[in-house]
């Protein structure tokens, strides 16, 4: 069955889901909501570079996120989600298509880096979302719903047209689309450099026009992704609170975030206006975590392009009036994939997907009703990057949770092995591969079996190595 067929098929049959350790599973037709409306509306809001712990309700005392945390309370957070890469758009074809990364082979930010002189060469991996792949938009569109996206989308072939053009979100299910771009450093914060009012603006737009049809509000910001610039009352402000001096707080990302919540509570303000919120399902993410030198993402190790924490595990939320409980909290291990198949069985929509979904429907942890049935999530980074220590793939199983380092001369040896209790040291300070030999085995097996299930691209030795050039190369994304 080709992209088409699939999305025809929808609502006629089973879908195939590669769920669990790599098997496939069926989601049946009695998983739809009972006792809400047939189609509630989506409100997907997706922050750029954001970390864990930059939000009131994570943890932070500086960092001032009214609208954010109220909408924390109105639902369920979760404290064990990730991205599904350390960088942009990988994570955001996987939100897309509910599939991993490595499986799409895309596997870094678009274009990447160029590092020709490091010891591996990097993979000729995918650079552009193909139009073949079903995305969530293509599938609610198909069942009646109204789509637009207004912001960063980053996974056409360039950023900007005319090169950008054939791949941008109208091509990918989205009646209504706006492309923003991360600003120049030299841009200025007055003037909604990061096209946070823009966005909102089209936001607020969409929803009085659609208040009466179901919709797909895809809101993609560019904030707080690098250059950090902040308009200067609210600059001032966070210069002068307590604490503006501590490495994980930041005055200027702090004027970033505050004008991001504020775009947050005029969109749950509308809702409100427009009396939709009770049928509007309403999710709050971020698309890798925060760069590191901008500020420590305390109390999580690393920051943006590792998978250390630090560079993975996000902030989320979800509201939905008539089946999350207000005030909720999930510490089940979920990732960005997991987003595609809940949306598919919140509608009772399938179909039979011959293309694998490797996500997990979170319909069940949303109504507090058990836990999932897999053992475990993966990532997969064959990448150097600028910010990032090396290439290096990674698995959480539980409470566990293993690094593969790829590149001896970063690591001082081959395929180097970090293992962690993160239940028990969030901050990855302890690393227990050595005196846990069995579960390090077990985990680095697991995550070896999944690369091959899902044709995971690896780097290859490089015969132009020069350790004299290496990594004074390539680009930042």
């Known amino acids: 069955m080709n992209r088409r067929g699939f999305i025809k098929s929808i609502g006629l049959g089973t879908a195939a889901f590669a769920l669990g350790e790599f098997e496939p599973k069926v989601i049946g037709r009695s998983s739809p909501v009972k006792n809400v409306a047939s189609k509630p509306n989506f409100i ?107 912001g960063k989308w980053h996974l056409s072939t360039t950023k900007k047209p005319p090169g950008s053009l054939p791949y941008n979100p109208d091509k990918q299910g989205f009646d209504e689309s706006f492309v923003t771009y991360k600003p120049s450093s030299k841009s200025d914060p007055e003037r909604d450099a990061h096209n946070v009012e823009a966005i909102t603006q089209r936001s607020l737009d969409f929803l009085d026009r659609h208040r009466d049809c179901p919709f797909f509000l895809y809101v993609t910001h560019n904030t707080i992704h690098a250059p950090v610039l902040g308009k200067k009352k609210l600059l001032e402000k966070y210069k002068n609170k307590r604490g503006s001096d501590l490495p994980q707080n930041n005055p200027v990302l702090g004027a970033m975030i505050e004008e991001l919540d504020t775009s947050v509570g005029k969109l749950m303000k509308k809702l409100d206006e427009l009396k939709i919120a009770d049928k509007t399902i309403v999710v709050f993410f971020g698309d890798n975590g925060g760069l590191e030198r901008d500020a420590k993402q305390t109390p ?113 040896r081959g395929s180097e092995l970090e293992l962690y209790n993160l239940r028990q040291d969030i901050g990855e300070r302890n690393n227990l591969a050595q005196s846990m030999p069995e579960k390090t085995r077990q985990l680095k097996d697991m995550l070896s079996r999944w690369r091959s299930s899902v044709n995971a691209q690896m780097l290859t030795p490089n015969p132009d190595y020069d350790p004299k050039k290496a990594r004074k190369s390539g680009k930042e994304g």
């Open 44 to 150: 997907f809001i997706l922050a750029d570079d954001f970390g864990w712990s930059q939000l009131g309700c994570y943890g932070s005392d500086f960092y001032e996120t009214p609208n954010i945390d109220r909408l924390a309370r109105q639902g369920m957070k979760f404290t064990d989600a990730y991205a599904a890469c350390p960088v942009c758009s990988p994570t955001r074809a996987s939100i897309m298509t509910g599939r991993y990364p490595a499986r799409l082979h895309l596997t870094d930010f678009i274009a990447g880096g160029n590092y020709p002189y490091e010891k591996y060469r990097q993979p000729e991996w995918q650079k552009y979302l193909p139009l073949e792949e079903v995305t969530i938009a293509e599938v609610l569109k198909s069942a009646g719903y109204a789509t637009a996206s207004f």
């Open 300 to 412: 999580l190790r690393s920051g943006k392009a590792n998978l250390y924490e630090g560079g993975i595990r996000e902030p989320l939320i979800v509201r939905w009036p008539p089946v999350v409980t207000p005030g909720s909290a999930c510490s089940e291990p979920v990732i960005s994939v997991d987003f595609f198949p809940t949306f598919v069985e919140i509608l009772g929509l399938a179909g039979e997907a011959k293309s694998p979904v490797d996500g997990v429907s979170l319909l069940r942890l949303l109504r507090q009703r058990g836990t999932l049935s897999r053992r475990a999530i993966y990532w997969h980074y064959p990448h150097y990057h600028s910010s990032s220590i090396g290439p290096c793939g990674a698995i959480r199983a539980g409470d566990y949770k293993l690094i593969e380092w790829f590149d001896e001369t970063i690591c001082g």
